[in-house]
């Protein structure tokens, strides 16, 4: 077996990262972390990808202004550098330019957290909340020049407690998330996603037939 070279982008924490570097150790996972690639020299998650012995870089947005395209650029030259196959953003807070996403077109994915399409952009625990939603959740999709938007390729979702805030609703999606993005990522590599007329569909998998619905039926 071959293993895909992926490229994580991160800008902060990295636990996605590290869920995926966590994954990427069994010897049958379909890819392998050539480079952790960090557009912010403090971000925490670069210590952590060291520690676990992958290559790390960084670009640092701030020394290009607002010329994105040479930032891009910047980025390309490193992901080049290490044969990268695959690229996750893993958290990576930087709009790219149509330019490099239409050069990663299928082999660029994102994790967002909350079931797309609800809750594109910031913010969604809270929104999810203030809106009333029973299910909340996490994908994993292709990334495409609209933000938070290209073919999904996994969802998990998790119920809404009443006494949710924010914070406790975040921090059982992000388990979900540790869930879902190593399981994407397995079937990227593996070559058995397909994107056809915007959706995805996953060779030799069967989704669960149960329904999960939010309330529980009472006793
Ligand atoms: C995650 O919630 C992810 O869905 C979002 O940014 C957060 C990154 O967290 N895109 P971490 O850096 O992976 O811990």
């Not at 960090?38 to 670009?59: H, M, S």
């Not at 980025?75 to 695959?86: A, I, T």
């Amino acid at each position: 077996m071959t293993r895909k070279r992926v490229a994580i982008l991160i800008s902060g924490r990295g636990s996605n990262m590290a869920a995926l570097i966590e994954a990427a150790k069994a010897k049958d996972y379909p890819a392998e972390i050539a480079l952790v690639l960090a557009n912010r020299p403090d971000a925490a998650g670069l210590d952590v990808a060291r520690a676990a012995g992958i290559a790390t870089a960084v670009v640092d947005h701030t020394a290009f202004g607002k010329d994105r395209a040479a930032f891009d650029g910047a980025m390309q030259v490193l992901l080049k550098q290490y044969r990268v196959e695959l690229v996750c953003l893993a958290g990576f807070m930087r709009i790219l330019t149509d330019g490099f996403v239409e050069a990663w077109r299928g082999r660029m994915i994102n994790i967002h957290p909350a079931l797309l399409p609800a809750f594109k952009g910031l913010d969604t625990h809270a929104r999810a909340l203030q809106a009333g939603a029973k299910i909340h959740g996490a994908t994993v999709h292709f990334v495409v020049p609209e933000m938070d938007s290209g073919p999904i390729i996994a969802q998990g979702a998790v119920a809404v407690h009443d006494d949710d805030s924010a914070e406790t609703l975040a921090a059982r999606v992000l388990e979900v998330e540790h869930r879902i993005y190593p399981l994407a990522l397995k079937l990227v590599a593996e070559g058995r996603v397909h994107v056809d007329n915007g959706r995805c569909r996953i060779m030799g998998v069967r989704p669960p037939e149960r329904a999960f619905i939010v309330p529980d039926t009472p006793d």
